[in-house]
T-cell receptor
Framework: DAKTTQPNSMESNEEEPVHLPCNHSTISGTDYIHWYRQLPSQGPEYVIHGLTSNVNNRMASLAIAEDRKSSTLILHRATLRDAAVYYCILRGEYGNKLVFGAGTILRVKS | EAGVTQFPSHSVIEKGQTVTLRCDPISGHDNLYWYRRVMGKEIKFLLHFVKESKQDESGMPNNRFLAERTGGTYSTLKVQPAELEDSGVYFC??????????????FGSGTQLSVL
């Protein structure tokens, strides 16, 4: 069901920026791009979402390609607490529910 | 603001027994969702309540699973009788009504269910 493609895993050094890519070539014009993350032993946690324009919040930034076929979640300074599985999810075709894919496992090295 | 609360955090039962999971959404959130992750698989949608009504139950695996949300507040998910393949983590999430596609869901920490 998931219509996004993410790398299985990525590794980052602490205090460095992390760019997590997501491809969604079949995105429709009304689909929102959502990012959630799941820390160990916790439920998924909202990170950020956007439609067309780049978005910033206290957790991260979301850069959306002009054709909207891809996006990148940017963590400006990774910390050990950012180690988690990050999910890129399109929200639209399935109504209000979120459809999770496999996500990207982010490992942060000290 | 209290978050989404799930109880119990862990449950270990034998095959054939009944288990009831509870979810208390954030106060005022009319949308309530159940998800689960079984071992080695992705997080899967089970069903969606709007207030006390089932909006979408397309993800419920079979009739051994019964979800209720009487009064539109907390929700329960009963598994009867439990089978080995029901083992996994069950998550509940909530959001405000008329959330639309841009609204965010708040998840609980989940209930780890082990069926032996």
């Amino acid at each position: 069901d998931a219509k996004t493609t993410q790398p299985n895993s990525m590794e980052s050094n602490e205090e460095e920026p992390v760019h997590l890519p997501c491809n969604h070539s079949t995105i429709s014009g009304t689909d929102y791009i959502h990012w959630y993350r799941q820390l160990p032993s916790q439920g998924p946690e909202y990170v950020i979402h956007g439609l067309t324009s780049n978005v910033n919040n206290r957790m991260a930034s979301l850069a959306i390609a002009e054709d909207r076929k891809s996006s990148t979640l940017i963590l400006h300074r990774a910390t050990l607490r950012d180690a988690a599985v990050y999910y890129c999810i399109l929200r639209g075709e399935y109504g209000n529910k979120l459809v999770f894919g496999a996500g990207t496992i982010l490992r942060v090295k000290s | 603001e209290a978050g989404v609360t799930q109880f119990p955090s862990h449950s270990v039962i034998e095959k054939g027994q009944t288990v009831t999971l509870r979810c208390d959404p954030i106060s005022g959130h009319d949308n309530l969702y159940w998800y689960r992750r079984v071992m080695g698989k992705e997080i899967k949608f089970l069903l969606h309540f709007v207030k006390e009504s089932k909006q979408d139950e397309s993800g419920m695996p079979n009739n051994r699973f019964l979800a209720e949300r009487t009064g539109g507040t907390y929700s329960t998910l009963k598994v009867q009788p439990a089978e080995l393949e029901d083992s996994g983590v069950y998550f509940c999430a909530s959001s405000r009504l008329f959330a639309g596609k841009g609204e965010k869901l708040f998840f609980g920490s989940g209930t780890q269910l082990s069926v032996l």
